[in-house]
């Protein structure tokens, strides 16, 4: 993968850099000076560019607005200890991208525009990438249905976007998350395993209600029985049982997460026992009630390794092991950040560098 596409930048006329508390990274509070953009239109892409960061001119009408084709991606750029940049599994980003496209009846992106963008944004912002520890520029590709018609239909003109945001911890504190038996985010046929933003609208209210009870977010179950456990509300879910790592295998109710994907290969390099199967909420509330849950975890882009310290299961909470550095979660994260930072060897290319 190599950036081909020449893309014309036009530049901002003063950077709004110093403006941004690189210690005190809120996720998502600052956007870059510039994003990438790009309009399909006549059944391809065109007018690709970088251009300063602002807002858009869309039509009160854009099908995207009323009935919802709007798709994103979430991934990260780290800076290295050379000083170069890597942005971590960019061909994995970009497959799941193509497949929650599809889903949606939208148009492909190929390999050859999304890293020419890619990389373009970040040469042209790259004083932007944090060089704080456990602190990334967050890249979030955007597409979303542009064509100006009231028609339920399929959208044949198209807008996608690439912003950027220099980002530190997601979750801050260890979480307190609850078992959701009621409400549902996704059924087997949905669109549970792409990443679209109904998704997210429709997960707001149980939530919020789980916030309520004093919880930061809710584990998701199957639509069916409420028996299994699916993922949490911003991330895959994982369990250390017994010293094995378990967590749920992926489905059409399931995100196919990068972190969760790296994290398994992790593993298995480390020799560290692990298992995608099935977990019940009763074979994890017995197993929590035994002691036999070491560690609980959520995994994604923006959490990357999120602890999780309180399961609420029916109204009672279980209060998990407190970690330590030889904990698994901490571990597989130091060695995620060490490859990411080019402290250890990439081998498995996971790194598009941009030098």
Known sequence: MIATLHIPVTRVQQSRISHVDFHNLEFGKYISDHMFSADYIGGEWKNTQIIPYGDLSVSPSSLALHYGQIVFEGMKAFRMRDGRISV??????????????????????????????????????RQWVPEQEQAALYLRPLIFASEPKLGVKISEQYKFLILASPAGAFYPKPLRVKVETRYVRAAEGGTGFVKCAGNYGGAFYPTYLAKQEGYDQVLWTDAHEHRFLDESGTMNLMFVVDGQLLTPPLSSTILDGVTRDSILQLARDMQFPCSEQKISIQEIEQALHEGRVTEAFGTGTAAVVAPIKVIGIAGKDYTLPDWSEKSFMIRVKKILQDIRTGNLPDRHQWNYIIP
């Open 88 to 125: 971590f599994r960019i061909k994995k980003h970009l497959e799941r991208l193509n497949r929650s496209l599809e889903r949606m009846c939208m148009p492909q992106v190929s390999e050859e525009l999304f890293v020419s963008a890619i990389h373009k944004l970040i040469e042209t912002d």
